[in-house]
Nanobody, 125 residues
Framework: VQLQASGGGLVQAGGCLRL?????????????VAWFRQAPGKEREFVAA????????YYAESVKGRFTISRDNAKNTVYLQMNSLKPDDTAVYYC???????????????????WGQGTLVTVSS
């Protein structure tokens, strides 16, 4: 299984970006795919997750209302649309997947078995 994250870049505050996480080697037919981020000097934090069953979505409070996680089943790809970006959103963004994750672990990075390589998002003020 491989996760390929892409779509990062440099954007001004208030702008938008869409990150992609292409999953290969296994169909996203159960479990969850999530986005985490890590800013310089800070710990990794949960951003958003999407459960395959029911399509439920979960967001960190800091991004709720600005970010949207979605999927394209035909492409086996999960997206993170980021709007109204702020300098505090600057970080390396990682996608993660796990096919057996339980709901109570969905915001916990250590619970995910598969990770992408990360894509850098820089928001200038």
């Amino acid at each position: 299984v491989q996760l390929q994250a892409s779509g990062g870049g440099l954007v001004q505050a208030g702008g938008c970006l869409r990150l992609s996480c292409a999953v290969s080697g296994r169909t996203f037919n159960s479990g969850a795919v999530a986005w985490f981020r890590q800013a310089p000097g800070k710990e990794r934090e949960f951003v958003a997750a999407l459960r395959r069953s029911g399509g439920y979505t979960y967001y960190a409070e800091s991004v709720k209302g600005r970010f949207t996680i979605s999927r394209d089943n035909a492409k086996n790809t999960v997206y993170l649309q980021m709007n109204s970006l702020k300098p505090d959103d600057t970080a390396v963004y990682y996608c993660a997947a796990d096919w057996g994750i339980i709901l109570s672990d969905i915001r916990r990075g250590a619970a995910y078995d598969y990770w992408g390589q990360g894509t850098l998002v820089t928001v200038s003020s």
